[in-house]
């Protein structure tokens, strides 16, 4: 409630000249995409893109819909994308047009003529998981890999003699998954401050950690966390471009280097099956209803989120209380700093420029003492001018 009545200042003008730019390339790209097609063809519409990708350009049918037509949907376009130009451009279309149609343009709408700020609603029963939800705005979907995402984030400004500095949970579910595992390969890798992907692809491609090149600690990275989410080989294999056979000895050899790792998943589908729930370490239950479901696929994706659950669901435990550790300690301290936004794992506030210094010191104090787990607890703050420039 406090957050969402303090709300968050927005650079109109900022927004408008993004906006203005987005309208531009869209543009472009519509023009890039109707030579590409050989004629003219609307970009919002299935039907007419269905003829022009599979019955004009004969690119292959990779699923259908519920009436028996190709489908275009975001995941056929991407595999589409991998092969052939048209698809490619049809997705940053895409992509660019829901930046546009979601925050460009509709953000300074929704600025309250009172207060000057835009003021999000924060739901608590909404994501199965027990994080916080956004919704109008919804803060916690814009994207921050891609240039375009980062203006928007760039729009969320202090006002003058102020600073947003943003606090977020460094590799937080790798840490709870090192201590609901008990493994001693990633408790030892956390102990000593070490880089966990950087370890990890050490022990899978049998080499010292100093060795390990920048590609082999991206595939490290990959399998870190898709494991998490219950990645197969299949879509390890997808994900990093390689053989199925090459991801599945990956994955076989991971299991062999962190075999607490594999006890904690095959012990949390079993007492999944058995409760119909897990819990997170804070002992909240996530119930799973599909995780006796007849429908092999249904039962399938039940399993992987009984391996997930536990660890979404503590770190949304954790980011809660670490804001209502935050909130307290900005209360009973009597300084003039506010907590405007909580997104995943990460809190931002709007402070005072005198009052920076204390509160770059005592937030990742405060998000860390919030539990003790069998690792270590690591909040790293960043600060700036907007949103932006502190994350």
Same mark, same amino acid.
């Given at each position: 409630?406090?957050? +969402?009545?303090?709300?968050?200042?927005?650079?109109?003008?900022?927004?408008?000249?993004?906006? +203005?730019?987005?309208?531009?390339?869209?543009?472009?790209?519509?023009?890039?995409?109707?030579?590409?097609?050989?004629?003219?063809?609307?970009?919002?519409?299935?039907?007419?893109?269905?003829?022009?990708?599979?019955?004009?350009?004969?690119?292959?049918?990779?699923?259908?819909?519920?009436?028996?037509?190709? $489908?275009?949907?975001?995941?056929?376009?991407?595999?589409?994308?991998?092969?052939?130009?048209?698809? *490619?451009?049809?997705?940053?279309?895409?992509?660019?047009?829901?930046? *546009?149609?979601?925050?460009?343009?509709?953000?300074?709408?929704?600025?309250?003529?009172?207060?000057?700020?835009?003021?999000?609603?924060?739901?608590?029963?909404?994501?199965?998981?027990?994080?916080?939800?956004?919704?109008?705005?919804?803060?916690?979907?814009?994207?921050?890999?891609?240039?375009?995402?980062?203006?928007?984030?760039?729009?969320?400004?202090?006002?003058?003699?102020?600073?947003?500095? $943003?606090?977020?949970?460094?590799?937080?579910?790798?840490?709870?998954?090192?201590?609901?595992?008990?493994?001693?390969?990633?408790?030892d890798a956390f102990a000593h401050g070490e880089d966990v992907h950087r370890a990890t692809a050490g022990e899978i491609f049998g080499v010292t950690p100093l060795e390990v090149t920048s590609e082999q600690r991206r595939y490290a990275k990959v399998i870190n966390f898709g494991l998490i989410y219950g990645m197969s080989a299949?879509?390890?294999?997808?994900?990093?471009g390689i053989e199925r056979v090459a991801a599945a000895n990956y994955i076989d050899r991971y299991f062999a280097r962190y075999p607490g790792v594999a006890a904690y998943m095959d012990r949390t589908r079993a007492e999944a099956k058995a409760n119909g729930f897990v +819990?997170?370490?804070?002992?909240?239950?996530?119930?799973?209803? +599909?995780?006796?479901?007849?429908?092999?696929?249904?039962?399938?994706?039940?399993?992987?989120?009984?391996?997930?659950?536990?660890?979404?669901?503590?770190?949304?435990?954790?980011?809660?209380?670490?804001?209502?550790?935050?909130?307290?300690?900005?209360?009973? $301290?009597?300084?003039?700093? *506010?907590?405007?936004?909580?997104?995943?794992?990460?809190?931002?506030?709007?402070?005072?420029?005198?009052? @920076?210094?204390?509160?770059?010191?005592?937030?990742?104090?405060?998000?860390?003492?919030?539990?003790?787990? $069998?690792?270590?607890? @690591?909040?790293? @703050?960043?600060?700036?001018?907007?949103?932006?420039?502190?994350?």
């Open positions: 409630f406090e957050m +969402e009545r303090n709300g968050v200042l927005i650079d109109d003008f900022l927004l408008a000249q993004h906006s +203005e730019e987005l309208g531009r390339r869209l543009h472009e790209l519509e023009l890039q995409t109707h030579e590409l097609a050989g004629q003219p063809f609307n970009l919002g519409s299935p039907k007419q893109l269905g003829e022009i990708l599979f019955t004009k350009l004969g690119l292959p049918v990779v699923k259908k819909t519920a009436t028996g037509q190709p $489908s275009t949907d975001e995941d056929v376009l991407s595999q589409l994308a991998e092969d052939y130009p048209l698809p *490619k451009l049809l997705l940053e279309h895409r992509s660019l047009a829901k930046l *546009k149609n979601t925050y460009t343009d509709k953000l300074p709408l929704m600025v309250n003529r009172r207060t000057g700020r835009v003021h999000t609603s924060f739901s608590q029963a909404v994501a199965v998981t027990g994080r916080l939800a956004s919704t109008e705005p919804n803060l916690q979907n814009i994207p921050i890999r891609t240039p375009e995402g980062r203006r928007i984030r760039a729009a969320f400004i202090a006002p003058a003699g102020h600073k947003i500095i $943003s606090a977020d949970y460094s590799q937080i579910e790798l840490r709870i998954m090192a201590h609901l595992s008990s493994d001693k390969g990633l408790l299949h879509g390890l294999a997808k994900n990093l +819990e997170t370490v804070f002992g909240r239950r996530l119930h799973l209803p +599909e995780i006796r479901a007849q429908q092999v696929g249904r039962r399938q994706a039940a399993e992987r989120a009984a391996i997930n659950a536990p660890m979404q669901g503590t770190a949304a435990d954790l980011i809660k209380k670490a804001m209502i550790a935050t909130s307290a300690w900005l209360r009973e $301290s009597g300084v003039k700093s *506010k907590l405007i936004l909580q997104v995943h794992d990460e809190l931002v506030l709007e402070v005072p420029d005198d009052e @920076v210094a204390l509160i770059r010191d005592q937030l990742p104090k405060l998000m860390a003492g919030v539990a003790q787990l $069998s690792v270590p607890l @690591v909040a790293e @703050v960043g600060v700036g001018a907007n949103w932006d420039e502190a994350h």
